[in-house]
Each structure stands twice: as structure tokens, then as C-alpha cells.
């Protein structure tokens, strides 16, 4: 019994000095954490950016161009890739990029791999890694991996020395945030850290103009006195370019699940053009007039109507299946399938153009030289992720193609990657694979001796090129398969080719 009481008593006196030793511990974070957040000022702020990608490496260019007093250094775990960043041939293709880079770099925008003193530096850290869709265990095909966002938040409490605004770029399941608080708190005794929501919606090929000029910024963030402080510090960076009234802000989760909900209604218009595509050819009416026709309700508005092959792009597929998991983990199986659809549409869709290519001709192109004209996923890039480019040439050379693909950006590297890594396809799964898809440097030599030409993407040279001298030297009859209704059909009709296009019938 007494034994007993001793235990209990050293027990309670033990809980006690926890208590009070814990209590000076959130006492010290406390202070630490206002002294820090109430006087982090952008004059000599730190920013550091992991993840030097399509995302991180022009968003923080044009952050530093704005912000001359704030130093930014975007790090990465590829020494290629910032050695790229450091050199006169930037990692990606983007209109723009450059001069800003050029601008800034040296002054107060770094690339590095030295990751763990950057992110010891820094003030605000930027989270901009990638979260592909995983490809094993729960949620395999549908949720995000969010894998490398948790290594970038153990990193972070493991090298800090002073508390930290955090801020998730990289699109991410809703309730990340709070998953990665969680991960810091528990990791970390002395610093306190806010994790911000900061979406991007900057559009590959326009990400410079998209960035200088947004319709909207979007920043969510704690609604406690922490919270809202480290919201306004990142508020006031961007005010340096962008009007404040185009700076929302939102609590965390509806700044996370906006980012889902505005991809999945971009995708969504293109399936549902895409979906009337195949009710045009059926009934002959003509998709680009329909979109017109529809359009041109202020309701409804323009963008984003171009019917085409099948929207492609690292984000909408992704997004769009994070929601659907997101859904099905709530139960909401009918909002799931909802949005689910979106997806099987474009799958479709890219399947029906791949089979009306083989149907035109004549049902079978085995052996028959074909023309890919474009493997990006979009013009003005050289990014080839869920291209559509990639789908559909899966297809052909499975019925045995031979095709020669041109893009004036797109590497033999990049194109066999995505083979790789999206479909599968490799000499182990397509015995001859390299034999029978070839990149070329100038579409000339794509063309000569070729049964059809197919336009992938909508790069504006293609429009240019005198078709006439493409005619003379291809195989006859010469298909055209405009997968992005870019040429002028009729001239092409009058030159002698047979013209298939999306949402449009030619009598030929
Ligand atoms: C990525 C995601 O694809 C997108 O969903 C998200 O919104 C933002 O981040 P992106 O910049 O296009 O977009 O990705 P990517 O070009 O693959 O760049 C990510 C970079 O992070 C890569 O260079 C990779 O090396 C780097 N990385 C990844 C790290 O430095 N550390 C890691 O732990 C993981
Ligand atoms: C998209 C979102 O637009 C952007 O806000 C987000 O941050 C990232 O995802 P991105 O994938 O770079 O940007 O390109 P986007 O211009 O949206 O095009 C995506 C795909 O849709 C491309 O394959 C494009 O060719 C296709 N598309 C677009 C159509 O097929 N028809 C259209 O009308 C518009």
C-alpha cells in the first residue's frame, strides 16, 4: 500500500514537472513563434521552394522579380535539373521564362541542392514537389501520392531552428495540410510552424502570363490569430504585383478542395464538348460551330470549348481521380461516378480517334508509315505528361504502325519516358517498339512516304507549313486526322487530301 502511495506520489510529482516543463515549452514556442511571425517584414524575408518543376522553378521566378528584398531559393533533389535551372538552356519550355530567370538569378533568385541548410534559412517555405496518382496499395490509379509532401514535412522539422510559414503549392488531397501540422508538431519540440493552402492555376505555355496577371489568387490558412498573421505576410508578397482584391482568402480545406473543384470543371467542359464531337460526326453537325453557337452565352462563356483529342496535362486526370477518392472515401459513391465520368469520356475519346484512323484506313495500318504531328500535351511546351499524343501512337503501333512523330520541342528522351512511366510501353511489353516509333528533326522527313499525317497538338507552325509540298511527297490517298481542328480543311480537301476531323463530317 504504501509502496503504492510512493508511486503514485513520485507519479503525480513526475506529471507535475512534465506539466510545468511542457508549459515552458509552449510558452517558449508561443513567444518564439509571434516574435518570429509578427516580425517577419518583406524586407530581407527568406523564401525557399522545394521542388524546381513546371510549378516551383516560374512561380518563384516571377515571385523574385516582384520582390527584390525578399532572397528565394528553389531547391530540389535532382542535380541535373538545377544545374539546368543555373545554365542558358532552362529545364523546361516555357514563353518568357528566360528573360525573368536571366533577370533575377544571382541577385535574389538561387537554385541549389543544398536542401536542408535552404530550408534551415528560410522564413516562408514553398511545397511544390509532385503527387503523382499512386500506383500500388489503397487508392492505387485514383489517389494522390502524397508520399514526398510527408518527406518534405519531416525535413523541414528535423532542420529548423526557428518557426515557419509553410505553404502547400503542389496540389494535394484535401486535409493535407492539417496531416502535414500534425507531422511537424510531432517532430519538432522548439519551432512552430503555420501551414498555409496556396494552389497554383498556372497553365503550362502561359505560365509566365498566368503568374504576372492572375484571375485570382487563392491563399487558405488557420482561422486563429497564428493563422490569419501568416496569411497576411503571404497576402502582402503577392500585393506586390497582383490587386488585393484578386487575393482570396479561405480556410485551409476550401482553398485545397477548390484547387480539385476548378480543374475538374476546366476537364469537365472538354469532355462535354468532347462528348457532343462524337454526336456531330453521327448527325453532321459541326462541334466548332456548336461551341460557338453555346459560347456566346455570357452563362456560359468561351473558354475552354475547343473540342480535340482528349485533354491531357500532369494536373486534370490527376485531380479529377483525387476527387473521385476523396468522394468514395466519404461515401459519396454517385458524386464519384459523377466526376469519374469526366475521365472515362476523355479515355474514350482518344480511343475513338486511334480507331477512326485505323478504320479510314482501310482497317488496317500495319506497316504504314503515319505522321505524328506534335507529342506535347498542349502547344508552347515541351511537356509530354498524359499527353494524348502518347495514347493514341499506343494504339497504332499496337496494330504495327510505323510512326515518325515530330514536335518542335518534345525530346526522344522525354517521349520513350512517357511510354514508360503512363503506359507501360517498352521493348518488354512491344517487342520492336524502338523500330517502329521514331522522333524526327524536321517534319519533312516525317512526312515523306507517309499514309497519313495526324495533329496531335495545336502548335501554331503546323498551320503554316504549305501542305501542297507535304501532298506531293506522301502516299496516296493522303489522310489528314486534325485532332485539334487547327488546319483549314477545305484548302486541304482542294489539294487532294482526305481530311477527318473532330466533330465534323467532309463529304469527300
Ligand atoms: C508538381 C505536381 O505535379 C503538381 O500536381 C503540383 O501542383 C505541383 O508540383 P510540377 O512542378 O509540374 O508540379 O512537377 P515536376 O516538374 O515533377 O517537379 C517536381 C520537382 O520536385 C522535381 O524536380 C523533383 O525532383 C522535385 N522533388 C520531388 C524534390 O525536390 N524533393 C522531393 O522529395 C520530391
Ligand atoms: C491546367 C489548368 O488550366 C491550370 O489552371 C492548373 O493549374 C493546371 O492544369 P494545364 O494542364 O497546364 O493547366 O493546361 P490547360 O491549358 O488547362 O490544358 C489542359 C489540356 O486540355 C491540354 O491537353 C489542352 O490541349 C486541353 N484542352 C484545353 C482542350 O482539349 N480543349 C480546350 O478547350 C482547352
Known amino acids: 500500500m504504501f509502496s503504492r502511495l510512493r508511486i503514485s506520489r513520485y507519479a503525480q510529482s513526475q506529471k507535475h514537472q512534465r506539466n510545468s516543463k511542457k508549459s515552458v515549452i509552449e510558452k517558449q514556442q508561443s513567444n518564439y513563434s509571434q516574435t518570429i511571425m509578427t516580425s517577419l517584414t518583406l524586407d530581407g524575408l527568406k523564401i525557399c521552394c522545394i521542388g524546381a518543376g513546371y510549378v516551383g522553378g516560374p512561380t518563384m521566378a516571377v515571385l523574385a522579380s516582384h520582390c527584390p528584398t525578399v532572397r528565394v531559393c528553389v531547391v530540389d533533389l535532382s542535380q541535373p535539373r538545377i544545374d539546368a535551372w543555373n545554365s542558358d538552356r532552362l529545364p523546361i519550355y516555357e514563353p518568357g521564362l528566360k528573360d525573368v530567370v536571366e533577370k533575377c538569378r544571382g541577385k535574389n533568385l538561387f537554385f541549389s541542392t543544398d536542401i536542408e541548410p535552404e530550408i534551415a534559412a528560410a522564413d516562408v517555405i514553398f511545397v511544390a514537389v509532385n503527387t503523382p496518382t499512386k500506383t500500388y496499395g489503397i487508392g492505387a490509379g485514383s489517389a494522390s501520392n502524397v508520399k514526398n509532401i510527408e518527406l518534405c514535412a519531416r525535413t523541414i522539422a528535423k532542420v ?10 503542389s496540389t494535394v488531397p484535401v486535409q493535407t495540410a492539417s496531416a502535414m501540422k500534425r507531422v511537424l508538431a510531432a517532430n519538432s519540440e522548439f519551432c512552430k510552424f503555420q501551414v498555409l493552402s496556396n494552389p497554383e492555376f498556372l497553365a503550362e505555355g502561359t505560365a509566365i502570363r498566368d503568374l504576372e ?34 487575393i482570396i482568402t479561405t480556410n485551409v480545406w476550401s482553398s485545397e478542395l477548390s484547387k480539385l473543384v476548378a480543374n475538374a ?20 453537325a459541326d462541334v466548332d460551330e456548336v461551341a460557338r453557337a453555346v459560347g456566346t452565352d455570357r452563362r456560359i462563356g ?13 494536373c486534370f486526370q490527376k485531380d479529377i481521380l483525387n476527387l473521385v477518392y476523396l468522394c468514395e472515401s466519404f461515401g459519396l459513391q454517385e458524386v464519384a461516378d459523377y466526376w469519374r465520368s469526366v475521365v472515362t469520356m476523355n479515355d474514350w475519346q482518344k480511343k475513338r480517334f486511334a480507331q477512326k484512323m485505323i478504320r479510314t484506313m482501310f482497317n488496317s495500318v500495319s506497316g504504314k508509315k503515319i505522321a505524328v504531328f506534335g507529342f506535347a500535351f498542349k502547344k ?101 486526322f486534325d485532332g485539334r481542328n487547327i488546319l483549314d480543311h477545305q484548302k486541304l480537301i482542294d489539294i487532294g487530301f482526305e481530311v477527318k476531323a473532330i466533330g465534323k463530317v467532309y463529304e469527300q
Not at 266 to 283: F, G, K, M, V, Y
Not at 302 to 314: D, P, Y
Request: charged share 30%; with cysteine; net charge negative.
Open 265 to 284: 470543371y476546366l476537364a469537365q467542359r472538354i469532355s462535354s464538348i468532347n462528348s457532343i464531337s462524337a454526336l456531330c460526326e453521327a448527325t453532321k
Open 380 to 480: 508552347d511546351t515541351g511537356d509530354t505528361r498524359e499527353t494524348a499524343a502518347a495514347y493514341v501512337s499506343k494504339y497504332l503501333l499496337e496494330e504495327r504502325a510505323q510512326l515518325s512523330v515530330y514536335d518542335p520541342q518534345v525530346t526522344k528522351e522525354e517521349m520513350f519516358m512517357e511510354f514508360k512511366y503512363t503506359l507501360n510501353l517498352t521493348e518488354d511489353t512491344l517487342p520492336g517498339l524502338s523500330n517502329l516509333i521514331k522522333l524526327e528533326d524536321n517534319y519533312l522527313d516525317a512526312v515523306k512516304g507517309a499514309h497519313a499525317i495526324a495533329i496531335m497538338t495545336e502548335w501554331d507552325c503546323f498551320k503554316e507549313y504549305d501542305y501542297q509540298k507535304i501532298y506531293d511527297v506522301m502516299t496516296k490517298p493522303a489522310f489528314i
Open 160 to 169: 529548423s531552428k526557428h518557426s515557419k510559414i509553410i505553404v502547400e503549392k
Open 213 to 246: 496577371d492572375p484571375s485570382r489568387v487563392l491563399i487558405g490558412g488557420d482561422q486563429d490569430e497564428d493563422g490569419q498573421r501568416a496569411m497576411r505576410l503571404l497576402v502582402e508578397v503577392y500585393a506586390q504585383w497582383i490587386p488585393r482584391e484578386n
Open 302 to 314: 468561351k473558354a475552354f470549348l475547343r473540342s480535340s483529342v482528349g485533354f491531357g496535362g500532369s
